[in-house]
């Protein structure tokens, strides 16, 4: 089974950055980042696929790059101009496929366990 493990959350300062990294047990041609507030669905910030094409939530885009190397098995995703509202823990997945197609949740078959990031206005 896929294992994903997830580093680099924490604290910032609204408009600070942070970075985050996923190494994964095996490869995956698909990998995303989500989020999730308590009571709130996970919700798609960024995928990436092996060609390294990518796609962003309206939310994130032009703050957020999401980036892969491909033989380490990791995936980063840097967050520039952090916003209070951006606070949520960050899970890493991944798909058995090729390429992504959506950052829809029910598209991904691997997650793990999430690492948290809070902004502080």
């Known amino acids: 089974q896929l294992r994903l493990v997830e580093s680099g959350g924490g604290s910032a300062q609204a408009g600070g950055s942070l970075t985050l990294s996923c190494e994964a047990s095996?490869?995956?041609?698909?990998m995303a980042w989500f989020r999730r507030t308590p009571g709130n669905a996970r919700e798609g910030v960024a995928f990436?696929?092996?060609?390294?094409?990518?796609n962003y939530a309206d939310s994130v885009k032009d703050r957020f790059t999401i980036s892969r190397d491909n033989a380490a098995r990791t995936v980063t995703l840097r967050m520039d101009r952090l916003k209070a509202e951006d606070t949520a823990m960050y899970y890493c997945?991944?798909?058995?496929?090729?390429?992504?197609?959506?950052?829809?949740?029910?598209?991904?078959?691997?997650w793990g366990q999430g690492t948290q990031v809070t902004v502080s206005s």
């Open positions: 990436i696929n092996v060609d390294h094409r990518a």
């Open positions: 997945a991944a798909v058995r496929t090729w390429s992504c197609v959506t950052l829809r949740e029910d598209e991904y078959t691997d």
């Open positions: 095996e490869y995956r041609g698909c």
